[in-house]
T-cell receptor, first 114, second 110 residues
């Protein structure tokens, strides 16, 4: 069964450093998303991406965040200058030809900022 | 955007009992109603969904019912097992993007 894959599974970084979280969505999917989940809290929407541009972003997704689809398979989330409060599980997700269909989530990247 | 309210926030049942979680939505044009499950430390996963042209859908011990008039849909889990313990979500939509609330924390006691 096709699945969304994320790398790395766990990343530890120093405060102020840049990190890039990588995702490979399901190959024929058109809509891509990033969510984050701070430990013990709810899953929060960050950004959606379609047709090589951002469709929607939340208030969390400020200038420190950016997304890119550098080639036909990868979808990345970059945090320019990490803060302690960026520590969270980051989930990538994708849906097929419509947003009104099942979203497949990757297994997540646990980001720890120290 | 669409507002969705989910109840209860926590639910504890004895193994073998049934569990029901209800969501009420605001947008009468909504036509897709998914339920996601997130086990501790894992990713959210779709467990069942229903579209507005159907009133009920069942998959083994899980069912979803939709009442379009009252604008609510419910998740029913029968013969609950300890592995059903998780957080369950009926996400809302804002500009067609899925937003998760706090969900319902279901605990199945053996």
């Amino acid at each position: 069964e096709p699945e969304v894959t994320q790398t790395p599974s766990h990343q530890v970084t120093q405060m102020g450093q840049e990190v890039i979280l990588r995702c490979v969505p399901i190959s024929n999917h058109l809509y891509f998303y990033w969510y984050r989940q701070i430990l013990g809290q709810k899953v929060e929407f960050l950004v959606s991406f379609y047709n090589n541009e951002i469709s929607e972003k939340s208030e969390i997704f400020d200038d420190q965040f950016s997304v890119e689809r550098p080639d036909g398979s990868n979808f990345t989330l970059k945090i320019r200058s990490t803060k302690l409060e960026d520590s969270a599980m980051y989930f990538c997700a994708s849906t097929g030809t419509s947003r009104n269909t099942e979203a497949f989530f990757g297994q997540g990247t646990r980001l720890t900022v120290v | 955007g669409e507002n969705v309210e989910q109840h209860p926030s926590t639910l504890s049942v004895q193994e073998g009992d049934s569990a029901v979680i209800k969501c009420t939505y605001s947008d009468s044009a909504s036509n897709y109603f998914p339920w996601y499950k997130q086990e501790l430390g894992k990713r959210p996963q779709l467990i069942i969904d229903i579209r507005s042209n159907v009133g009920e859908k069942k998959d083994q011990r899980i069912a979803v019912t939709l009442n379009k008039t009252a604008k609510h849909f419910s998740l029913h889990i029968t013969e609950t097992q300890p592995e059903d313990s998780a957080v369950y979500f009926c996400p809302s939509k804002r500009n067609n993007d899925m937003r998760f609330g706090a969900g319902t924390r279901l605990t199945v006691k053996p």
